[in-house]
């Protein structure tokens, strides 16, 4: 994880992973802001100025996830079957879907590789196997059982 940086965008949902150079580069056009900075990592501009590396940024616009349309569900579905809940650390607050297989590791955004995680846990994880950082999953069943008939409208 070392020259990562996570990309939030606007609503603050974790939306990828950028290499510290790439982050800094959004940054400096505009296209991006710094949400949080390393309190060791620096970079060195062109000019020879030093920053303080970027860790976390959050780009400006909204990003409209693509979804597929027959497996997918929305994350209001997800959010219910969970309990909302993060099904790590069993937090209510700061909401956000995780994939349990990472889309950068070919993770799909089906229902049965989504979990509501809470931000914290979410942006510890990063784009890590969960396995690799030793967390587990509480919830009982990875998979999304017969889809209740009240979810069906939150389908997209
Ligand atoms: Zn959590």
Request: charged content about 25%; glycine content about 8%; aromatic content about 8%.
């Given at each position: 994880m070392k020259n990562q940086v996570?990309?939030?965008d606007s609503g603050y949902i974790p939306r990828g992973i950028v290499s510290k150079e790439r982050a800094f580069t959004l940054v400096m056009k505009g296209s991006a802001h710094v949400v949080e900075t390393s309190p060791t990592a620096k970079l060195r501009s062109a000019g020879g100025l030093e920053f303080d590396a970027p860790e976390i940024?959050?780009?400006?616009?909204y990003i409209?996830?693509?979804y597929r349309r027959s497996k997918t569900v929305s994350r209001r579905a997800i959010?219910?079957?969970d309990g909302y809940r993060c099904v790590y650390c069993g937090s209510e607050t700061d909401l956000t879907l995780d994939h349990v297989h990472p889309k950068s590791k070919g993770g799909t955004n089906e229902a049965s590789n989504l979990v509501t995680a809470c931000f914290p846990c979410n942006v510890r994880k990063g784009s890590s196997l969960i396995s690799e950082i030793g967390y587990s999953i509480t919830r009982s069943s990875g998979e999304?059982?017969?889809i209740p008939e009240s979810w069906k409208p939150y389908y997209i």
């Amino acid at each position: 994880m070392k020259n990562q940086v996570l990309v939030l965008d606007s609503g603050y949902i974790p939306r990828g992973i950028v290499s510290k150079e790439r982050a800094f580069t959004l940054v400096m056009k505009g296209s991006a802001h710094v949400v949080e900075t390393s309190p060791t990592a620096k970079l060195r501009s062109a000019g020879g100025l030093e920053f303080d590396a970027p860790e976390i940024i959050r780009v400006n616009r909204y990003i409209r996830v693509p979804y597929r349309r027959s497996k997918t569900v929305s994350r209001r579905a997800i959010y219910e079957r969970d309990g909302y809940r993060c099904v790590y650390c069993g937090s209510e607050t700061d909401l956000t879907l995780d994939h349990v297989h990472p889309k950068s590791k070919g993770g799909t955004n089906e229902a049965s590789n989504l979990v509501t995680a809470c931000f914290p846990c979410n942006v510890r994880k990063g784009s890590s196997l969960i396995s690799e950082i030793g967390y587990s999953i509480t919830r009982s069943s990875g998979e999304l059982r017969d889809i209740p008939e009240s979810w069906k409208p939150y389908y997209i």
